[in-house]
């Protein structure tokens, strides 16, 4: 008989990569009436990324690594391949135009027809680059058989820096700042950027990989949060993140041990503070300047970082943004797992739904509501692409994570 918790580690990362390949068409998409439009029946099933993308964009996002020193040094520094033309870059042409505006952020993009979804050519079922870098941790824990911070960082820039097996072009501003600052020879483990200089660090995906190494000591929630935050800090120097964190590894461990999803997710609701700033008047805040990016560093930390006196739970779920920003996501999640009673499946199509950052969230809430789960219906798993390599990998990882010894491997 399978051990209970790596059976419930296993659904946990199943509930992960499913919720990540369900949202994937509808990542981003900000405007709920074009979710309507393009899949009237819902999110009911895995879809191919559409195209063209009505609220995108991500043409024009800009990765400048410094070519010379990173040649001086040996370094590698392309991490976008095939999809430089994307990006504005220091070592690729860029021929896209920018003459037009996105409805929600008020940020410079492509012509409606021209505009790529973040996640362009991936096929039902697929995989984004966030779900493919999970991967990553759980095969750098396996083939280590158990967690190494060096051992990580090294299959990270060697997966990031060579033409790999996930199409998706989609490269998050983490991802492109973590190797800009590499390329310029700084130490590995120094490499993340800061929330305070770059707002989006403070974003669901670095919520993501943490929470799968805290797994590796799930009947031990001081060590399990402690070495959670120290592996977020090697991408993402996030105090919102970090935040986040707090709260999910003590929730994600007592799911694993039997908890109840709803009545966890009600504990979170009622737990979590309700930011200051409803998502509406964010969002419209961003459109009266342009883009997030022309709104002055202090006035930044004011709209995310201050909070009401009261809980989150007495706010509707309407109130809160569907960005990726951890103070109005957590809230969000919360709610949705309650609406749906913690059910899987439901909860993870309503997240998609949603629309904004759907993928990152999916994740997240996939992890935590698999780990609240006895079984992940089969024809979930099935659908995925690589579903048999996933199987090996997810059943490798969730028994080495069971013995609970994580913290004692090569740090």
């Known amino acids: 008989m399978q051990d209970p918790i790596a059976q419930r580690i296993e659904n946990a990362l199943w509930g992960a990569f499913i919720g990540d390949a369900l949202a994937m068409p509808v990542h981003w998409y900000y405007a709920t009436e074009h979710i309507r439009e393009h899949f009237p029946d819902g999110v009911d099933r895995y879809y191919p990324a559409p195209h063209p993308h009505p609220d995108a964009f991500m043409l024009g996002m800009k990765y400048q690594p410094d070519i010379r020193k990173s040649e001086a040094s040996g370094r590698a520094y392309d991490i976008l391949h095939q999809h430089a033309r994307f990006y504005r870059t220091s070592y690729s042409d860029f021929g896209f135009n920018l003459d037009d505006r996105e409805g929600e952020h008020g940020n410079a993009t492509a012509s409606v027809d021209e505009r790529m979804h973040y996640h362009h050519g991936l096929k039902a079922g697929e995989s984004t680059l966030g779900a493919g870098l999970l991967r990553v941790l759980m095969r750098s824990v396996s083939k280590r058989d158990g967690y190494s911070q060096d051992g990580f960082l090294d299959d990270f820039v060697e997966y990031m820096t060579h033409p790999r097996d ?246």
């Open 166 to 411: 996930n199409p998706d072009p989609y490269t998050e501003i983490y991802l492109r700042r973590w190797f800009e600052h590499y390329s310029q020879g700084v130490a590995p483990e120094n490499c993340a950027e800061h929330q305070r200089r770059v707002w989006s660090i403070d974003s669901v995906g670095g919520l993501i990989r943490p929470l799968a190494v805290a797994m590796l000591n799930p009947d031990n929630r001081y060590l399990a949060t402690g070495m959670a935050l120290s592996h977020q800090q090697l991408t993402h120097r996030s105090e919102m993140v970090s935040s986040g964190l707090s709260f999910l590894v003590p929730a994600l461990l007592r799911l694993l041990n039997g908890g109840a999803p709803r009545s966890i997710f009600q504990y979170l609701l009622a737990q979590l503070p309700a930011p200051a700033i409803s998502g509406q008047k964010l969002f419209q805040i961003y459109r009266d300047n342009d883009g997030p990016d022309n709104i002055p560093a202090d006035e930044t930390w004011r709209l995310h970082m201050t909070f009401q006196g009261e809980p989150a739970a007495l706010k509707s779920p309407d109130y809160f943004a569907t960005a990726c920003y951890i103070e109005q996501a957590l809230p969000l999640m919360a709610a949705l797992g309650c609406e749906h009673d913690g059910d899987l499946i439901k909860t993870l199509r309503a997240n998609a739904e949603a629309g904004g950052d759907s993928v990152h969230r999916g994740l997240v809430l996939g992890m935590l509501l698999g780990a609240g789960s006895s079984d992940v219906p089969e024809t979930w798993k099935t659908g995925l692409k690589d579903y048999h390599e996933l199987a090996q990998e997810i059943q490798q990882f969730a028994g080495l994570a069971a013995q609970g010894n994580g913290h004692l491997r090569r740090y």
